[in-house]
């Protein structure tokens, strides 16, 4: 359920930019942020900082095509959300706060938080999503510039990266638990 509302904002831009308006796909886009973000209050959780960043992404390009130009094609739009999010997941891993890791902190026991493996596993994880999100940037740039592909290879590029960093995310954990030994059953997601 957790990666369904993470993911939520982004597959109804995606959804609704094959057929609404990209200023409408960025409204809903960003009113589903908000909506997560407030979930996340009312239920005690912290602030996550891939969701601000996807309110100001969502809000920011929304603002240039409603203020100051309505020009851009549905795939520059798109470049201009992926751009912004491979910044924010950037910023993340800068300031030493891997996106993931907010999230991460949520489902597992303070004492597996506090593994020197856990803050590296946070930085490697959130590393797919920063490179599905420059997959998804490359797709979407070479469908506006290389005129003779389709416009679903862009969907193509972006559903194969994004359900492989989904994959990766759901794996990972799994993955050093069998190799450097299983948490407590207690520290597993229950969902």
Not at 58 to 78: E, H, M, R
Request: proline share 5%; net charge positive.
């Amino acid at each position: 359920m957790t990666i369904f509302l993470i993911l939520a904002p982004y597959g109804a831009f995606a959804t609704l930019m094959l057929v609404a308006s990209a200023n409408l796909s960025l409204l809903c886009a960003a009113l589903i942020c908000l909506a997560v973000i407030a979930s996340d209050i009312a239920r005690g959780r912290s602030i996550k900082i891939l969701g601000v960043g996807s309110v100001i992404v969502f809000t920011a390009v929304g603002g240039y095509l409603t203020f100051i130009d309505a020009t851009p094609s549905s795939i520059a739009v798109k470049i201009a959300v992926d751009a912004g999010m491979l910044l924010v997941t950037l910023f993340s891993i800068l300031i030493g706060q891997p996106f993931t890791r907010q999230y991460a902190l949520e489902q597992v026991a303070a004492e597996i938080a506090k593994l020197p493996g856990f803050t590296h596993a946070n930085y490697l994880i959130t590393g797919a999503w920063a490179a599905a999100t420059l997959l998804m940037l490359i797709g979407n740039i070479a469908v506006l510039y290389v005129p003779a592909l389709p416009l679903w290879t862009g969907l193509l590029i972006a559903f194969a990266a994004r359900n492989a960093a989904v994959c990766f995310t759901r794996w990972y954990p799994q993955y050093r638990a069998a190799k450097y030994g299983a948490p407590p059953a207690s520290a597993l997601p229950s969902h």
